[in-house]
């Protein structure tokens, strides 16, 4: 493990004595029921296929539910076959809610659309038959990089209607980001748009792929040691009319290829195993995780988790998650979740405060939104904005809300609860990750008493467990790691293309459980509190992000020798990114020379923003001339931690030269 177990601390927080029992009404209620987990706890197995049966539509029911002997790769419903495509939509409409509304969309302008269940059937079976039309096949894999209009849930579904495994690249990576994951999954087609509005004005997406493509797919094969493309063909939704360059032969406008394409389509049935995405993800190492999930076990507790957790009632809710589908929140809790429970769903395409701080309090009062779900950072931002933004739109139509992406504080959370909720509305604190694919440890509203603070406790059918190091459990009261000691239906099956890489990251800590890469805490009721990472991972706004990817950006600037990134604690945003950069030789002298630190600290921002995406930035960037090693070498980033933090500097020991923090904090005068 590394020297980071320390991460931030809620130990003062889990004194928490606050909690808010359900009301009686919204008890009687609620689709969650207390049997559940005896139910579950008695036969873990037959109560997930007994989900699997009810809320999906399988193509050939299956018989066999968990083949755990291949394990860590888990085999669930293996014999079975379904289309996700089919779950998610045709089944509404064979089903009589053709009428029902599937996505009420508000573009950043103010532009909306409107999309039933039928609409979303014609769309998703037109662009189905183009994809085929382009040579797409089952089991291709097909790159999406779209802003958050419609487009992009449809073309999610397109691909798992035709057994393409989709590989969503958040619009906010760079070029090179996209480059690398379509390399990675060997994509051969591209979906994109002109760009997308954020922040007031268009966004372009296009000259990423342009970029990122590198000009090779005209059939002029490799240029100098570049591999040529995998992708034969891009796809280009029409969203902000901005000019495009244009590829012949390789360019196709998507609303082109609709207008040209049937609308009838039949779904391809895939056997359960078979995958539905890879979705990338920082690991501790710079090179981003290929993370793959399938279809039937997914799809099941996806659907599982969005009616309890949410306690959704599709006649009447109306469902809006934030997240973006670049991240798996999306695809979980956008496209797969609310789609194949029949939901309605807000999709709002811009940021929060565009044109003003109250755009997405007036989005709830617009569309009678009853379950909000988003992230910490958002809830911290609007906290700040103060309480007279919310307050001045009705919100009385939300009934529950929900929360993911990092530790919510208990002020936070309160503030939810009290300015948003109005003391009305259960929250959930739902702890999950890209790799579980579906949430795990969460209250189910109605069923539990909350605890400001605390995810508290593993959802029917998921057994978590909190160790110490010699992966015993801990007693309430205690601290160690959060693992998982049971398969779940959504799982993740893998990393693509690197299977040993997935035993060693998650399966080789503690025999026979998965390690999560969390440090946890029970209290003295037995609730789960997580703690944050204790690897070299970061969470900023709910974003996960390598310390190790950032140094090798930074490292790959000609001005920069060596790099060490650490996440320090962020009143906004969980953590933020603050890097210590040592310059080459040459560099310092000019920078000693002329003063120049600012200009180096942008530049190397920018440089970051390039590399990887403007996510990735370092809010802070100190240029030191030692870094704090162990003797063998490995960087000690708790002592860098301790100085992103303004603390006083932690045990030095340890250090080959103990004196480098000492001259680390002599040398910096502020930073940027
Ligand atoms: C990591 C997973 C799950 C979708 C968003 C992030 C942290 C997530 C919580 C929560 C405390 C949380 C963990 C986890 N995390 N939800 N409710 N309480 N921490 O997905 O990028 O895969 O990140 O986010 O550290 O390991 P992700």
New binding site residues.
């Given amino acids: 493990m590394t020297d980071s177990a320390d991460q931030p601390t809620l130990d003062n927080l889990l004194s928490e004595v606050r909690t808010f029992p359900p009301s009686a009404e919204f008890a009687a209620a609620a689709n969650a029921h207390a049997e559940m987990y005896s139910w579950a706890s008695a036969d873990r197995l037959e109560f997930w296929a007994e989900q699997a049966r009810t809320l999906l539509d399988w193509d050939t029911p299956f018989t066999e539910v968990l083949d755990w002997s291949g394990a860590p790769v888990a085999r669930w419903f293996a014999d079975g076959r379904l289309n996700a495509c089919y779950n998610a939509v045709d089944r509404h409409v064979a089903e009589g809610r053709g009428d029902r509304v599937a996505l009420l969309f508000e573009g950043e302008p103010g532009d909306t659309r409107t999309l039933t269940y039928a609409d979303l059937k014609s769309e998703v079976s037109r662009a189905a038959n183009a994809l085929t039309a382009l040579g797409v096949r089952t089991g291709d894999r097909v790159a999406i990089y779209l802003p958050m209009i419609p487009e992009a849930v449809v073309a999610m579904l397109a691909c798992a209607r035709v057994g393409a495994i989709h590989s969503v690249v958040f619009g906010g990576f760079s070029a090179e980001a996209l480059r690398s994951r379509i390399d990675d999954a060997q994509a051969s087609l591209v979906i994109t748009a002109d760009g997308g509005y954020r922040r007031g004005k268009p966004s372009a997406l296009k000259p990423a792929v342009d970029e990122a493509l590198g000009g090779a797919a005209d059939a002029l094969g490799p240029i100098g040691d570049a591999p040529a493309s995998p992708v034969h063909h891009v796809l280009v939704v029409r969203r902000t009319g901005q000019s495009v360059a244009w590829t012949q032969g390789r360019d196709v406008w998507w609303h082109d290829a609709l207008a040209a394409a049937s609308d009838v389509h039949e779904p391809v049935a895939v056997e359960a195993e078979h995958p539905l995405f890879i979705l990338y993800?920082s690991g501790t190492t710079g090179k981003p995780k290929g993370i793959f999930h399938t279809t039937g076990g997914y799809l099941t507790q996806v659907a599982f988790t969005h009616l309890n957790v949410f306690d959704l009632k599709a006649e009447t809710d109306v469902f809006w998650c934030t997240a973006d589908v670049g991240?798996?929140?999306g695809h979980s809790y956008v496209t797969y979740g609310p789609l194949i429970n029949g939901a309605t769903q807000v999709i709002y395409e811009g940021t929060p405060d565009t044109p003003h701080q109250g755009r997405w309090w007036e989005i709830v009062a617009k569309y009678g939104v009853t379950i909000l779900y988003t992230a910490p950072t958002a809830i911290r931002t609007c906290m700040k904005w103060g309480d007279s933004i919310p307050a001045g739109f009705d919100l009385s139509s939300l009934r529950v809300l929900g929360?993911?992406?990092?530790?919510?504080n208990p002020e936070a959370w309160m503030w939810y609860r009290r300015v948003i909720g109005h003391d009305r509305t259960p929250i959930v604190?739902?702890?999950?990750?890209?790799?579980t694919g579906a949430i795990m440890i969460t209250p189910l509203p109605g069923v539990t008493s909350t605890k400001p603070g605390s995810?508290q406790v593993p959802l029917p059918g998921i057994r978590a467990e909190v160790v110490d190091e010699m992966a015993q459990p801990v007693p309430n009261g205690s601290g160690g790691y959060l693992v998982l000691t049971e398969p779940w239906p959504s799982m993740l099956r893998g990393i693509w293309g690197d299977q040993q890489r997935f035993v060693d990251t998650y399966w080789s800590r503690f025999e026979g459980l998965y390690f999560?890469?969390?440090g946890a805490k029970k209290d003295d009721d037995g609730d789960i509190w997580?703690l944050?990472?204790v690897d070299d991972v970061m969470?900023v706004s709910?974003?996960?992000l390598s310390t190790t990817e950032i140094e090798s950006a930074l490292v790959s600037h000609p001005m920069v020798a060596e790099a060490a990134v650490v996440g320090a604690t962020d009143a906004t945003t969980g953590q933020a990114v603050v890097a210590f950069v040592i310059l080459r030789s040459e560099y310092r002298e000019r920078v000693d020379e002329v003063g120049e630190g600012a200009d180096v600290a942008a530049e190397l921002r920018n440089h970051v923003a390039k590399e990887i995406g403007p996510i990735a930035k370092p809010r802070t960037i100190l240029v030191v001339a030692e870094l704090p090693k162990t003797r063998s070498g490995k960087i000690m980033r708790r002592l860098l931690r301790d100085v992103a933090e303004h603390r006083t500097v932690g045990d030095v020991t340890t250090l080959a030269d103990s004196s480098v923090m000492a001259q680390i904090a002599t040398g910096l005068g502020g930073g940027s």
């Avoid at 604190?429 to 790799?435: L, Y």
């Fill in positions: 993800t991240w798996i929140t929360s993911v992406g990092e530790p919510i604190d739902t702890w999950w990750q890209t790799e995810a999560a890469g969390d997580l944050g990472r969470n709910g974003h996960r």
